[in-house]
Structures are given as structure tokens and as C-alpha cells.
């Protein structure tokens, strides 16, 4: 038995939503991507687990719907939530927990140069060597999630801001290409970068000026 003998099943309709077939990774992809965010609102380390199941269901879904770069983007998630774990367990200036911070000047500068090298590099590639039909715009999702997920990792309040304006495009594409469910599930992702916002904010000022500053 192949790996695509093993996987098909994950990839069969589990019912129809607006007379468009969802299938089984794309469901047991929305639960899996609910739990995830509203782990991270609450800062609980088991977000990550949780996150590496909910990447790789969604991979499956992005590569059978032709989001090539959203797929790829999907292992690249594998390794980030290993280096996620870590840093949220061990990368405090003591070895302990990671407190929440905001996002320096230097990194901000570096991630948007990253974003937008990223972009255009995924642009040009996804033209050239797909059949996809969305290519800027699945290289700008990718580009600001990546983004974002580094954010995440760090615990930089400012990585919900960018989870925030990728969601925005992520669910009008997805609905364009037909997986209403995950652009119902981005609504949802939404909502909850809202509230991770607010929440991390809260932390953040609940530890005083000293730490804003830091």
C-alpha cells in the first residue's frame, strides 16, 4: 500500500456544504485549527501538537485544491512548531517560560524585508512552475504567515496583527477556490486573533512598564 492509497480516505467527501464537496481532512482540519488558536489565546504550550496535527491535515487540503505554496507552506509549519515549543518552554532569559513582548524595530524591519523577498520569489516561482491560478496571492498568505508563526513563536503581541491581515485575504481565497469550510474556519481563526490580541495585550500590561519596554 502507497502513501496516496494511505492518505485518499482523509481526501474522500465527508458531506457537501453549498453544493461543494468537504472532505474528511478539511473537517477534522477546522477542529484541529479552532483548538490550536484558542490554545495560543491562553498561551498553553499544547498549541503546538495540536498546531503540527492541524498543518498537516490542512496540507493534504491545500495540495488537493491546488494552493501550492499554502501546501509547502504546511511542512515548513512542522519544523516551526518543534522551534515553537522550544522557545515558549525554554527561551526566557532564565531558560524558563517566554513572557509576551513587543515586536523591536530591527524585527520589524527584518521581517517585512523577509515578506516581501518572499512574496515575490513565491510569485515568481508559482507562475513559472504551476498551474495556479492565484499565485500572488497564495505567495502573500504565505509570505505573512510565516511571518506571523515566527511572531508566534516568539510571543511578539504584534504576530496577531499579522495572523489578522492574513486571515482577511486567506477567506476569500479559500472561498474563491471552493473550500468553504477552511474559509469558514479562517472567519473563526479571525475571531480569535481578535481576542489572542486583546488577551496578550492584557498580559502584557498586567507585568507593568518594565516589561512593555523589554
Known sequence: MGLHDLLEPL?????????VPTSWAEL??????VVNVWLVVRQNIWNWPVGAANV???????????LYADAGLQVVYVGLQVYGWYCWRYGGRGR?????????????????????VLTAALTWLLNVHTDSTVPFWDALTT???LMAVYGQSRKLLESWWLW????????????????????????????LCV????????????????????
Open 143 to 145: 509570505a505573512l504567515s
Open 195 to 214: 481576542f489572542g490580541l486583546l488577551a496578550w495585550r492584557r498580559d502584557l500590561a498586567a507585568r507593568g512598564p518594565v516589561a512593555v519596554a523589554a
Open 56 to 66: 498537516i491535515l490542512l496540507g493534504l487540503v491545500f495540495l488537493d485544491g491546488g
Open 164 to 191: 489578522i491581515t492574513a486571515d482577511l485575504v486567506y477567506i476569500p481565497l479559500y472561498f474563491h477556490k471552493d473550500l468553504h469550510l477552511t474559509s469558514g474556519l479562517y472567519v473563526v481563526f479571525l475571531t
Open 96 to 116: 524558563d517560560e517566554l513572557p509576551v513582548r513587543r515586536t523591536t524595530r530591527n524585527e520589524w524591519a527584518l521581517l517585512a524585508g523577509a515578506g516581501v
Open 11 to 19: 481526501l474522500r467527501p465527508a458531506f457537501r456544504l453549498g453544493g
Open 28 to 33: 477534522v482540519g477546522f477542529v484541529t485549527g
